[in-house]
């Protein structure tokens, strides 16, 4: 009995890029990595896609199709659920911050529906041009930049204990780094707050006070 190939098309070809570069990140992404995956050769791939800069574009664009940007309410709850959504899901596709932050893929149209939301709503709520200037510049940086910071993160092993071990007699020499060093290893209260939506937090109260 012969099988059949489920057809490639656009949407099947950047599901697939998708979920690859979330596995190994997007430099694992070849157009002969990805035809290979989806059971086809490469050259099929380039009649719906026109080269790989299409591709990472159409990835970056399934990326902030996710982010939620319309809420009701005061500006603040505005910007604080756009700027959590975003968080979130920049956190699940770890490749893409660095992309749309440049020069290359990062005029995207969601992402430009995305700035426009922010400005949108701190215009709404009443402040003048120049705060929103660079209160935008602040939020944005705060996203885009506490993703990248965190990410980096991620790779460290889920059990640090080992590492801290070699390292405590450097510790030893900065109390204070100490400290926060052995909070990281300590349960309480501290480990149930998000540190995004803390520093969230302390930008928005900051601009409250600016009304």
């Known amino acids: 009995m012969s099988s059949t190939r489920t057809p490639l098309s656009r949407d099947r070809i950047l599901d697939t890029a998708l979920a690859l570069a979330d596995e190994d990140g997007v ?12 059971g086809f ?16 574009d159409g990835m970056l664009d399934r990326v902030v199709a996710e982010w939620e940007l319309e ?17 979130a899901s ?13 020069a290359s893929h990062g005029a995207r149209p969601g992402r430009m529906a995305y700035m426009d939301a ?25 996203i885009f930049g506490f993703t990248i910071w965190v990410i980096g993160h991620m790779d460290m092993p889920a059990d640090p204990g080992p590492i801290l071990e070699r390292v405590r007699p450097l510790l030893e020499q900065f109390p204070d780094v100490k400290a926060h060093a052995d909070a990281h290893m300590t349960e309480g209260p501290h480990q149930d707050v998000s540190a995004f939506e803390f520093g969230l937090d302390l930008i928005l109260d900051g601009l409250r006070d600016r009304e």
Request: without cysteine; aromatic residues 8%.
């Open 27 to 38: 430099e694992a992404i070849s157009m002969r990595k990805l035809a290979e995956r989806l």
């Open 41 to 56: 050769e490469a050259m099929s791939l380039y009649r719906h896609v026109s080269n790989k800069g299409d591709l990472i």
């Open 71 to 87: 809420h009701g309410g005061a500006w603040q709850t505005q910007v604080r659920a756009i700027a959590v959504s975003v968080y």
């Open 90 to 102: 920049l956190r699940r596709h770890r490749w893409a911050a660095p992309l749309l932050l440049g």
């Open 118 to 142: 922010l400005l949108r709503s701190l215009r709404e709520g009443g402040f003048d041009a120049d705060t929103t200037y660079h209160a935008y510049h602040v939020l944005d940086g705060h």
